[in-house]
């Protein structure tokens, strides 16, 4: 990185090459799993971006965002880097980085992504499903927040004596086995009663998705690359 800032045009202050090499240092210096999401906090700050800019909201609403009666099918997982407020990503990014980095460590960087984008789709999926039961809430739907649960949900199963404060009861300390299933709960009686605060049935299927998942989904993954490894070695 060093040679590479040298090699920059010499009007670039040397105050911005400093910085540029300070920024590239820690990076180098994180986890593998932790880049990897902090990639994926930059992808949804793009989109983000992009949902910015007036021009572009034909196309944001039409690709970036879930509408059970549109019949698209893959914006199930594009919606799930889309947040149209600045409340709404900031929030999922920070609990996205405050979970989302120990679990990533855990599992690889790869095998987190896998586990990322299928928590968004799975999550996507139940809304999807589970909305017409109620006609009124058949409502275009975006945002992390379902696969956001899916990876607290695989944090409770690895770590399940963490300790967590939530926003709202900051000086009330528990342990994630204690936060998280209120948590659903709570969606879980949103989800019954019709409440249209936030998209419960998605927050549940991301969440439910994360703890089955870590309980029997990794095996089946570990399986797997094992699986490729041995093919590979037999062509080789």
Known sequence: MIRRVARLPEWVPNELKRTIVALSDKWYQLSRGTQCVYAIVGLNAVVFGMWQVPRLLPFMIRRFLH???SGLSYTMLTSTFS??????????????VSFGSSVADVMSAEHFTAFYLSAGVWSSLASHLLAPLRPALILPSLGASGAVYGVVGATMMM???????????PFIPMTISQAFPALLAYDFVGAVLGWKTFNHIAHLGGGLYGIAYTEWGIEYWNKLVREIRRRRQEKS
């Open 67 to 69: 509408d059970p009666r």
């Open 83 to 96: 947040h149209r407020e600045i409340w709404h990503f900031m929030f999922n990014s920070i609990a996205l």
């Open 159 to 169: 770590f399940p004596r963490a300790q967590i404060a939530l926003i709202f009861l």
